[in-house]
């Protein structure tokens, strides 16, 4: 896939968006058909420039993340000469880029199971920041103490708002109050702070697969708000080539659309992502021992919540 058609991508999306909301299911599964498919890449197994992950970093509303993310870091490293911070999932970097000064002292420890995910941090830091990579998830972390955490766009992907919720559909294992609280203990030792970012939408395990306000709230983030500003992209952003174009459109079709198909056919373990929206996330930061110094969206398509938070 080479040749993307900007304008009818985005007369499509519009179509779609216009019908009521009930016919609005199954015209995702009909756009899926007519978007152009390409090779599959699972999302999460690729970090290098050509990957769909670069790809993501690269759209708007990823980008005006990292940057409301820059300006909270860069005073407070610079206000920890030798700082030591924990980035849960290094991606390929794309927030170090533009944040590390040459002359930065410190260490960066990337706590993600991929074996390649602390890559992309070294590639961008300077010869003063050191990376460490702990492979694993991490909630099984063995986490170090810290002056600070960055957790972008990664607890959505475990599923409850704690173990008990996940024992009651039948899951094992940590949810997110337990990543939440090992990650504050991580901190607690250096009166440290946290960075997180999560999207502003509700489908936990509280909504059962196939249920219609499941898949509506699905709709609303990855087709209403994130899809819609892939699309404006496609047609605005003069500084992207044919290739990224369409691997803008391949993350359109396999990933926003996709989550709408997958909620309404995936058991409660299969499915890809479990958000919480704004008011559940306060209520969970407080039960995790987590103050809240500030918060935003980085968007203005309120897609991305960011927390600040202290211990």
């Known amino acids: 896939m080479n040749d993307v058609d900007d304008v009818q991508v985005e007369r499509s999306l519009n179509a779609l968006l216009a019908l009521p909301r009930s016919e609005q299911p199954a015209a995702v599964e009909a756009l899926c058909c007519a978007l152009p498919a390409a090779e599959e ?24 993340l990292h940057a409301a993310n820059r300006a909270v870091l860069r005073p407070r490293l610079d206000a920890r000469p030798g700082f030591r911070v924990i980035e ?10 533009g944040l590390l000064r040459t002359d930065d002292h410190g260490e960066i420890v990337v706590v993600d199971p991929h074996p ?15 990376v460490r990579h702990i492979q694993a998830p991490v909630e099984d972390a063995d986490l170090p103490d810290a002056d600070g955490v960055v957790c972008s766009l990664v607890l959505h992907h475990i599923a409850g708002a704690d173990r008990a919720q996940r024992a009651g559909v039948g899951l094992a294992g940590n949810g997110k109050l337990e990543a939440l609280q090992h990650l504050r203990a991580a901190i607690a030792a250096r009166s440290g702070w946290m960075v997180l970012n999560e999207a502003d939408i509700y489908c936990d395990l509280g909504l059962a697969p196939g249920d219609a306000l499941l898949i509506d709230r699905l709709l609303d983030s990855y087709v209403r708000r994130c899809a819609v500003a892939i699309v404006e992209d496609l047609r605005t952003r003069t500084d992207a080539d044919a290739a990224l174009k369409a691997r803008w459109v391949q993350i359109l079709r396999d990933w926003s659309l996709a989550q709408v198909h997958l909620a309404g056919n995936a058991s409660y373990a299969a499915r890809d992502v479990y958000e919480l929206d704004v008011v559940s996330w306060l209520a969970l930061l407080d039960r995790a021992g987590l103050a809240v110094e500030s918060r935003r969206f ?14």
């Open 298 to 311: 980085t968007d203005r398509w309120m897609l991305f919540h960011q927390y600040v938070l202290t211990a």
């Open 116 to 130: 390649d995910g602390a890559d992309g941090v070294r590639r961008v830091a300077p010869p003063g920041v050191r």
């Open 41 to 64: 890449e699972p999302w999460n197994t690729a970090f290098g420039p050509t990957s769909l992950y670069h790809a993501f970093t690269r759209c708007s509303v990823a980008q005006t």
């Open 88 to 97: 849960v999932g290094g991606g390929n970097g794309a927030l170090w880029d």
